[in-house]
């Protein structure tokens, strides 16, 4: 039977988020149902509830950091059981027959990976779903495929983000291979930002956070920077210069970045992991004189997001986090906006 399901939605573009039923789809041969007891806010939520990029269709349900339990399973399913610590990120479905999903990387599959809500959801025709909607409620119905297992040491409110935020940071200091010696910069330390220096600490690499002032100082070097600059300190930046193998850039608006090029060493990359929807200018010399580059990169695929999790468990990582029942979305939403959080709102689903 269809599962009954309680959550928030985003109804229109200028609106608070507000109370919704829907169902969902009744679990089929190849699916895992799972209640959900955590979901992490990340800031393309305000993306997409705000229509930003100009095609979200309402009402939506956001959230794509789901930590949960296991509590049926298909007749096809062998990875899972009832009563499973679970996860699922930004994506439920893809095509599967690319390039991309056959390699292991199905978050650029060519016709489109089904996002955890926004996208299409044929699936979802039987009960009246003509959108995914996502972990802003309190279940959700997901292929094996797309299933990832919590580890038992992490705890599943503190892992929530990972699914989002932490295998947004680990995929691309693993493709750049990151290693003991590396020296890398992190720009913002913030939900994406905070994770990647704790999982570079612990890849081993010599980490600094770049910030507009110093209010996060001691947390970065908690969390394993181990050093500091202030971007608008001039003489610091210069000092800086060519000094990084890798710049992780975690600034979600739109912030000038051409003279940050500079602290690049030769061969250098700095990976855009914000989501601007303005142009950030860029000029050619500062790359071409050191074959330096600008790159993007967009979460990991299903294997690599369970190496992450395996990774965080074993190095002791989890997000840092503030709980909230769902009734405070909207507060944490105008929070977010103004950077206020440390470092990663998680919604208590067992509130709502």
């Known amino acids: 039977m269809p599962i009954a399901t309680r959550a928030f939605a985003a109804v229109a573009s200028d609106k608070p988020l507000e109370p919704y039923s829907f169902n969902r789809r009744d679990p089929g041969p190849d699916d895992v149902a799972i209640e ?13 509830v705000h229509n930003d990029l100009g095609n979200t269709r309402y009402p939506i349900v956001p959230g794509h950091e789901i930590a949960g339990v296991v509590t049926a399973v298909g007749a096809n399913v062998s990875r899972f059981k009832e009563g499973d610590r679970v996860g699922v990120g930004c994506m439920v479905d893809s095509c599967r027959t ?17 996002q955890t809500y926004g996208s299409p959801d044929p699936k979802g025709a039987d009960v009246g779903q003509k959108i995914t909607q996502g972990g802003y409620s309190t ?26 935020a932490g295998i947004t940071t680990y995929s691309p200091l693993k493709h750049w291979k990151i290693k003991p010696g590396s020296k890398v910069a992190v720009i913002g330390l913030g939900g994406l ?48 210069a060519e000094k990084f193998d890798l710049i992780i850039n975690t600034v979600s608006a739109t912030h000038e970045i051409a003279s940050h090029v500079q602290l690049l060493a030769r061969d250098g990359t700095m990976v855009m992991l914000g989501l601007t929807t303005e142009g950030l200018p860029v000029y050619a010399m500062g790359l071409l004189w050191r074959r330096r ?43 977010l906006e103004k950077s206020d959080v440390r470092y990663r709102f998680v919604i208590d689903m067992a509130k709502i």
Do not use: W
């Open 193 to 240: 930002g905070h994770m990647a220096v704790k999982q570079a600490a612990a890849m081993g690499a010599e980490v600094t956070v770049l910030s507009t002032s110093d209010r996060k100082k001691a947390d970065a070097e908690r969390m394993g920077a181990k050093h500091f600059l202030i971007n608008s300190d001039k003489a610091a930046m210069a000092a800086a």
């Open 293 to 335: 580059a600008v790159a993007g990169s967009l979460i990991g695929g299903i294997r690599e997001t369970q190496e992450m999790l395996d990774f965080c468990a074993e190095h002791g990582i989890a997000s840092d986090i503030e709980v909230i029942a769902p009734a405070q979305i909207n507060e944490a939403y105008d929070r």
């Open 36 to 48: 959900i007891q955590y979901a992490g806010i990340c800031h393309s939520d305000l993306h997409i």
């Open 139 to 164: 279940a959700i119905v997901v292929d094996q495929n797309y299933v990832l297992r919590i580890p038992d040491s992490i705890p599943l409110d503190a892992a929530a983000p990972l699914l989002c």
């Open 98 to 114: 690319c390039a991309s999903c056959r390699e292991g990387e199905e978050q650029y599959c060519v016709p489109g990976m089904t």
